[in-house]
């Protein structure tokens, strides 16, 4: 992994203004914030420079105002629950450039914590024009970035500020990075992976990378139906996209040239509606009659599939392996997810999780706390799994 400089390089920030990107694009429930998980995450950094006596300028987007000023998507609507979880009163400043910034700025003393109007609200900060990054770093003195759910998009506060200032990764940036480089970029191997979703068409890039890059590709979802299909299986109901049915073989093909092995579900759970707990049945594969749908993986091969992760040393997962949302189709993401937690417990393999169902998969299975890592982050995370370079994480190597 090329190296990249973190709040250790930093040196001494005393009464310096430190620009911080984070991710404040919080759920909003009658006025008020609904989930404050990204807001925690971001505490380490802030803590640590303001501690440190940094002017901490908070910049983040919120909603997708494109470009104009929408008093409905501004970020002082999250400055109470800013100030709640970290403790001590945060300063809302009604820009992020020019005057109305310099203004605020004016006030502000060594430790101070403030948080900077919606970047979206310039239409410079999507197109990444050069002048708005340079207006914002006109009003800093360095540039921290801690947000890697912002990493995948080139935009003003998220690469182009960084080439125009010292540039730092922020605490849970930087353990995104380390936790992604011990996944995909350094694993101890055996590598397995699991994916999971509704649709191939989502995943077909990550299908593609991960082949040529783990030992094991557990397949799951109505994904898997696709390639069931492609393997001559009749999946009866089931969600299945026929028509990327070459697409599954021509995967099938790059995974027996890598070495990787494919894991498709051998026996299934079944149910005429889709609906909470209907009417099942827990059939092989090819007994999926016309009428039927598969819903989640059974018995037998969620066993298997925990045997594989015990001979694993890593895991990426990303997905569902059935329609965990709905009861009784959770039972084997439930399963397989704490089999990852109890080996990940044992210091036997070293688990990776992310994407938005992903992380509501294993909260729902008690699972995620038990990981080694587990991302927040949804397009990021899903453009790392395809091998992408993500521009915020570009810009801030050495």
């Known amino acids: 992994m090329a190296a990249f400089k973190t709040l250790d390089d930093i040196g001494d920030v005393t009464g310096k203004r430190v620009l911080v990107r984070v991710d404040l694009n919080v759920p909003m429930i009658d006025g008020a914030v609904g989930d404050k998980t990204r807001i925690e995450a971001a505490m380490p950094t802030i803590r640590e420079l303001s501690d440190k006596g940094a ?22 609507m999250v400055i109470d629950a800013v100030a709640d979880v970290l403790g001590h009163s945060v300063m809302f400043i009604s820009d992020c450039i ?12 060594a430790g101070d914590v403030a948080v900077l109007e919606n970047t979206r609200f310039h239409a410079g900060e999507e197109s990444n024009d050069p002048a708005f990054a340079d207006a914002l770093a006109e009003i800093g003195d360095l540039y921290v970035n801690d947000a890697f759910s ?4 080139a935009h003003g506060s998220t690469e182009g500020i960084a080439h125009r200032l010292p540039a730092y990764a922020g605490r849970a940036m930087e353990a995104e990075l380390k936790a992604l480089d011990a996944a995909l970029g350094n694993p101890v191997h055996p590598v397995a992976a699991v994916v999971g979703g509704a649709k191939v068409s989502s995943k077909i890039d990550v299908l593609r990378n991960l082949v040529g890059r783990v030992d094991h590709l557990i397949i799951g979802g109505g994904m898997a139906n696709t390639f069931l299909a492609a393997r001559g299986v009749d999946v009866g109901k089931s969600l299945c996209e026929h028509d990327l049915v070459e697409t599954a073989n021509a995967i099938f093909d790059a995974a027996d040239k890598a070495g990787c092995t494919i894991h498709l579900p051998y026996d299934v759970v079944v149910a005429k509606q889709f609906a909470a707990n209907p009417p099942t049945r827990t059939v092989n594969v090819h007994e999926v009659a016309a009428d039927e749908m598969i819903l989640d993986i059974g018995p037998a091969a969620t066993e298997a599939l925990a045997d594989v ?73 899903l453009e790392w799994m395809e091998g992408k370079p993500l521009p915020g994480v570009d810009a801030l190597r050495a």
């Open 98 to 109: 020019g005057e109305g910034a310099k203004a605020g700025l004016a006030v502000l003393a």
């Open 150 to 153: 912002a990493a995948h998009r």
């Open 309 to 381: 992760l015990k001979n694993c040393r890593t895991l990426v997962w990303n997905g569902p392996l059935g329609a965990f949302e709905t009861p009784p189709f959770d039972t084997a993401t439930v399963a397989l997810a704490k089999t990852a937690a109890a080996l990940t417990r044992e210091g036997t393999l070293i688990s990776v999780a992310g994407g938005g169902d992903t992380v509501a998969a294993l909260n729902h299975a008690g699972a995620a706390d038990d990981f080694t890592f587990v991302s927040t982050a949804g397009g990021a995370f």
């Open 55 to 76: 002017i901490v300028l908070l910049l983040a987007h919120f909603g997708r105002p494109k470009g104009a000023k929408n008093s409905t998507q501004s970020l002082s």
